[in-house]
């Protein structure tokens, strides 16, 4: 992979990067990361996205699957799914940063038309490959837009669809295919996804989801679970409890503010589901998080 892509991002981030590591740029969809030490587990729910690790090195994990990826690797996330990520290799002389771009599925969808690709449906939702250079090349060319800004209104989709076809046609082409198809099982579940993000907090009859997704309710629970590794009620559990973990570390929400806010209506089951989550009850996290805020102080 080019080193100047990885210059071009480290000097953006350096200059940009908030306190978790996370610098945002002005087009839509596109970050940097950086870390200058490992981190500890993140919990997410991922939207579909690439991202190009430059240095350091990263461990995502979906389920019983692991993935140890670095400096050369790109991670696909191909569809809404629950994993727990952590850099595994980063310092203060030798910070861990990747570039992420959201993957857009009408840019998908109008490539796949374009190109001709047939219509598949593929199963495994994260994926790990080499960086092909065409598409090293397009982010650089993208992310030097940064140091122009008035040129990005007017080149930033031409490169971001450029990047699209080169997935589309490389390593990771089997994987976001899916997304190119509107009426395809991942697309269909990606509307039901919409909604539940939406509305997490909210009782969602499983029969609103399944009319979204265009779907029965036994076949949209066989294609969400396919989809996501998940059945809808877990699913919007999950995202209600990392949502709370959240605004509990990073906003510093009381415990009980967090669970109201996130659609719970008892501590107690709050509690219990948080622990079995992520390993510690909500108290740890909150003291943990606190002790580390002070300390940053």
Known sequence: MSSTLLECV???ADANVDRFGVARTPIPGLIAMRATAPSEMQYAISKPLVALVLQ??????????TFDFGAGDSLLIAADVPNVSQITRANAAVPYYSLVLDIDPAVTQALVLEIGVAQTETGAPIRVDQTEREVADAALR???LLDRPDSIPILQAQLVREIHYWLLSGRHGAGIRSLGFADSHANRIAQAVAVIRAEYAETLPV????EAAGMSISSFHQHFR???????LQFQKQLR???ARRMMISEGAAISNAAYAVGYESIPQFTREYGRLFGSPPAKDVRESAGKR???A
């Open 10 to 12: 480290r000097r953006y």
């Open 56 to 65: 350091g090195s990263k461990r995502v994990t979906m389920g019983s699957t």
């Open 142 to 144: 993208l992310v030097r």
């Open 207 to 210: 029969e609103r989801l399944a």
């Open 226 to 232: 396919a989809v996501t590794s998940l059945p809808p």
């Open 241 to 243: 409890l990392i949502e």
């Open 294 to 296: 002070q300390i940053a």
